[in-house]
C-alpha cells in the first residue's frame, strides 16, 4: 500500500494558444477608429468648405450644355420721366348750404344727387313773418317821409317870416334842425326796410355754386336756425374737379424748373390698384411750404372730368410726367439684376457666352427702364433664365424667342407708358 498523500486539486488547465495576442489586437482597434473618424472629418469638410474653381463649374456647364436663355437687345428712344404719387379726389368748390334767418322749412326744390347750376332754386324757409316785419316797417317809412315833409314846409314859411323879423330867428333855427332830424329818420326807416327785404329774399334759398347736391340733410317741416353748421344739403363741384397729392421735398428743385420755364406738365389719374386710367388733366399749382413732419409738399391737379369718372374724396394713383429724356438706352426691366457687384446685367456675347456688366440705372417704368451708363445700344440682355448663369457661363437662345425678338415692337414705339417711376 502506497502511503503518499493524494492531491486532490483540480489540474490546472492551459490556457490556449491565442490567449496571449487578444491585448495586441485591443490595441490596434483603439487606434484605427480615431484614425478613421478623422479622415472621414476631413473629407466631408473639404466637401463644404472647398471652393469651386472656375474649371470645375466650367466642367459642368460643358456636361450639362449651354443654358437656354431670352434675350432682348438694348434700344434707343424716348423715356418719359415721371413721377408717382398718391392723391384724394378734391372738388375745387364743395359747399354746405345753411340757412341766413330762422323759420319753418316749407319746401325742398331738389332731388338727392341732382346736377344743379348757381341760382336754382332749393328751399323755401316760411316767409309770413318776415313779410309782415317788411310792411310794418314800409309804414314806419311812409309816416316819418310825411313828418319830414311836413316839417321842410313849416320850415320854408319860418324862414320867410323870419326874414320880414315877423318870428324870432330862433324859431326858424329850431324848424330846420327838425328837419335834419326827421331826414335821418327817414334813412334810418329806409335801412331797416332794406334789411327786411334781403330776410325775405333769404327764404328763398338758391343754389350758390354749380355742382352735384348730396343727399338731403333736413327734411321739410323741420324748424331751421341760422347759424346751424349741419346745413340743408351739400354742393359738391365735379366739372372740373381736381386731384390733392404729394411728393418728396427731393423733387421740389426739377419741378420748379419745369413751371419756371413755363412748361405746362400733365398728370394721369389710376384707379387703385394702378392699372385702369382714369382722366387725364393739367398740373394747377402747388403749395407754398413743405410739411416738416413728413418732408413732402402738397400739389393740385385739375381735371375736365365731363365723365364724371373722378368723384370727391376717391382714392387714386398719380404720375407726373415731369419731363421727357430723348435718346435714352432702354431695355426690359427683367433684364436688371442685383447682387454683389451692384446692379447689373447679363450681356450675350457673339460667341453665346454671358458676361456680368455693371449698369446705372435712370427712369423706368413697370416694364421698361433707362441704362444711363454701362451698356451701349444693340447689346442683347438676358430677360429670362438668368438665376443659374454665372459669369462666362455658355448659352443657347430658342429659335422661337430669337424670332419673337426679331419681330417685337422696340420698346420706344410703344408710346406712353403705364406708370412710371424716377
Given at each position: 500500500?502506497?502511503?503518499?498523500?493524494v492531491?486532490?486539486?483540480?489540474?490546472?488547465?492551459?490556457?490556449?494558444?491565442?490567449?496571449?495576442?487578444?491585448?495586441?489586437?485591443?490595441?490596434?482597434?483603439?487606434?484605427?477608429?480615431?484614425?478613421?473618424?478623422l479622415m472621414?472629418?476631413?473629407?466631408?469638410?473639404?466637401?463644404?468648405?472647398?471652393?469651386?474653381?472656375?474649371?470645375?463649374?466650367?466642367?459642368?456647364?460643358a456636361?450639362?450644355?449651354?443654358?437656354?436663355?431670352?434675350?432682348?437687345?438694348?434700344?434707343?428712344?424716348?423715356?418719359?420721366?415721371?413721377?408717382?404719387?398718391?392723391?384724394?379726389?378734391?372738388?375745387?368748390?364743395?359747399?354746405?348750404?345753411?340757412?341766413?334767418?330762422?323759420?319753418?322749412?316749407?319746401?325742398?326744390?331738389?332731388?338727392?344727387?341732382?346736377?344743379?347750376?348757381?341760382?336754382?332754386?332749393?328751399?323755401?324757409?316760411?316767409?309770413?313773418?318776415?313779410?309782415?316785419?317788411?310792411?310794418?316797417?314800409?309804414?314806419?317809412?311812409?309816416?316819418d317821409?310825411?313828418?319830414?315833409?311836413?316839417?321842410?314846409?313849416?320850415?320854408?314859411?319860418?324862414?320867410?317870416?323870419?326874414?320880414q323879423?315877423?318870428?324870432?330867428?330862433?324859431?326858424?333855427?329850431?324848424?330846420?334842425?327838425?328837419?335834419?332830424?326827421?331826414?335821418?329818420?327817414?334813412k334810418?326807416?329806409?335801412?331797416?326796410?332794406?334789411?327786411?327785404?334781403?330776410?325775405?329774399?333769404?327764404?328763398?334759398?338758391?343754389?350758390?355754386?354749380?355742382?352735384?347736391?348730396?343727399?338731403?340733410?333736413?327734411?321739410?317741416?323741420?324748424?331751421?336756425?341760422?347759424?346751424?353748421?349741419?346745413?340743408?344739403?351739400?354742393?359738391?363741384?365735379?366739372?372740373?374737379?381736381?386731384?390733392?397729392?404729394?411728393?418728396?421735398?427731393?423733387?421740389?428743385?426739377?419741378?420748379?424748373?419745369?413751371?419756371?420755364?413755363?412748361?405746362?406738365?400733365?398728370?394721369?389719374?389710376?384707379?387703385?390698384?394702378?392699372k385702369?386710367?382714369?382722366?387725364?388733366?393739367?398740373?394747377?399749382?402747388?403749395?407754398?411750404?413743405?410739411?416738416?413732419?413728413?418732408?413732402?409738399?402738397?400739389l393740385?391737379?385739375?381735371?375736365?372730368?365731363?365723365?364724371?369718372?373722378?368723384?370727391?374724396?376717391?382714392?387714386?394713383?398719380?404720375?407726373?410726367?415731369l419731363?421727357?429724356?430723348?435718346?435714352?438706352?432702354?431695355?426690359?426691366s427683367?433684364?436688371?439684376?442685383?447682387?454683389?457687384?451692384?446692379?447689373?446685367?447679363?450681356?450675350?456675347?457673339?460667341?453665346n457666352?454671358?458676361a456680368v456688366?455693371?449698369?446705372?440705372?435712370?427712369?423706368?417704368?413697370?416694364?421698361?427702364?433707362?441704362?444711363?451708363?454701362?451698356?451701349?445700344?444693340?447689346?442683347?440682355?438676358?430677360?429670362?433664365?438668368?438665376?443659374?448663369?454665372?459669369?462666362?457661363?455658355?448659352?443657347?437662345?430658342?429659335?422661337?424667342?430669337?424670332?419673337?425678338?426679331?419681330?417685337?415692337?422696340?420698346?420706344a414705339?410703344?408710346?406712353?407708358?403705364?406708370?412710371?417711376?424716377?
Open positions: 500500500m502506497d502511503d503518499r498523500p492531491d486532490l486539486r483540480p489540474p490546472l488547465s492551459r490556457p490556449p494558444d491565442r490567449a496571449p495576442t487578444r491585448p495586441r489586437l485591443l490595441r490596434w482597434s483603439r487606434l484605427l477608429w480615431p484614425v478613421v473618424g472621414l472629418i476631413a473629407a466631408l469638410a473639404w466637401v463644404i468648405f472647398h471652393p469651386q474653381s472656375q474649371t470645375t463649374r466650367a466642367s459642368r456647364y456636361l450639362n450644355g449651354p443654358m437656354p436663355v431670352v434675350a432682348a437687345p438694348a434700344e434707343t428712344g424716348d423715356m418719359p420721366v415721371v413721377l408717382n404719387a398718391l392723391g384724394t379726389v378734391t372738388p375745387l368748390a364743395n359747399v354746405t348750404v345753411t340757412t341766413q334767418i330762422s323759420g319753418q322749412l316749407m319746401q325742398v326744390g331738389f332731388q338727392e344727387g341732382q346736377e344743379v347750376n348757381k341760382g336754382d332754386f332749393l328751399a323755401q324757409i316760411d316767409p309770413r313773418p318776415y313779410q309782415a316785419a317788411l310792411d310794418q316797417l314800409q309804414a314806419q317809412l311812409v309816416k317821409q310825411a313828418l319830414l315833409k311836413g316839417a321842410q314846409v313849416d320850415l320854408g314859411r319860418f324862414q320867410t317870416l323870419a326874414k323879423n315877423s318870428i324870432a330867428q330862433q324859431q326858424a333855427d329850431d324848424q330846420f334842425y327838425l328837419v335834419h332830424q326827421y331826414e335821418g329818420t327817414v334810418s326807416d329806409e335801412a331797416m326796410v332794406e334789411n327786411a327785404q334781403l330776410n325775405l329774399a333769404y327764404c328763398h334759398i338758391v343754389a350758390p355754386v354749380t355742382g352735384r347736391v348730396g343727399l338731403r340733410l333736413v327734411d321739410p317741416g323741420n324748424y331751421i336756425q341760422a347759424g346751424n353748421s349741419t346745413g340743408i344739403v351739400v354742393i359738391a363741384q365735379l366739372k372740373p374737379i381736381s386731384v390733392i397729392f404729394t411728393l418728396p421735398e427731393d423733387n421740389l428743385p426739377a419741378l420748379l424748373k419745369r413751371v419756371n420755364a413755363g412748361a405746362t406738365l400733365q398728370v394721369t389719374a389710376y384707379d387703385r390698384s394702378g385702369t386710367k382714369i382722366a387725364t388733366g393739367k398740373l394747377s399749382t402747388f403749395d407754398n411750404q413743405i410739411d416738416v413732419t413728413t418732408g413732402t409738399f402738397k393740385r391737379a385739375v381735371f375736365d372730368n365731363t365723365d364724371e369718372m373722378l368723384f370727391p374724396n376717391q382714392f387714386v394713383n398719380v404720375q407726373l410726367l419731363d421727357t429724356d430723348s435718346g435714352a438706352i432702354i431695355i426690359p427683367a433684364a436688371i439684376q442685383r447682387g454683389a457687384p451692384g446692379t447689373f446685367v447679363y450681356v450675350v456675347k457673339p460667341d457666352t454671358v456688366q455693371k449698369v446705372t440705372l435712370g427712369p423706368s417704368d413697370s416694364e421698361r427702364v433707362a441704362v444711363t451708363g454701362g451698356l451701349e445700344p444693340g447689346q442683347k440682355v438676358v430677360i429670362d433664365g438668368a438665376d443659374k448663369l454665372r459669369d462666362g457661363a455658355k448659352v443657347s437662345m430658342p429659335a422661337a424667342a430669337a424670332a419673337s425678338d426679331a419681330g417685337a415692337t422696340p420698346p414705339a410703344k408710346g406712353q407708358p403705364r406708370r412710371s417711376t424716377q
